[in-house]
């Protein structure tokens, strides 16, 4: 017969690995980046590169940074 004072096992609140919805909120909804792909023969690629290069900059911010 079991004994009845002891105190009945408590059921995990979470299963699997690591907390539910864990980790650092987000600062911002804009933070978020989104992926895209530029099409071009690969003279047109190099020379986009280049001249983000020489301008400092990654392609992807070169190309926003004229959209301004």
Known sequence: MADET?????????????????????????ARRVTTSISGTPSEINLLKERAAQAGKTVS????????
Do not use: F, I, N, T
């Open 61 to 68: 911010r070169y190309v926003l940074d004229d959209l301004e």
């Open 6 to 30: 002891a105190e009945p096992e408590k059921k995990k609140k979470y299963s699997g690995y690591g907390y539910h919805g864990g980790g650092r909120p987000r600062k911002d909804k804009e």
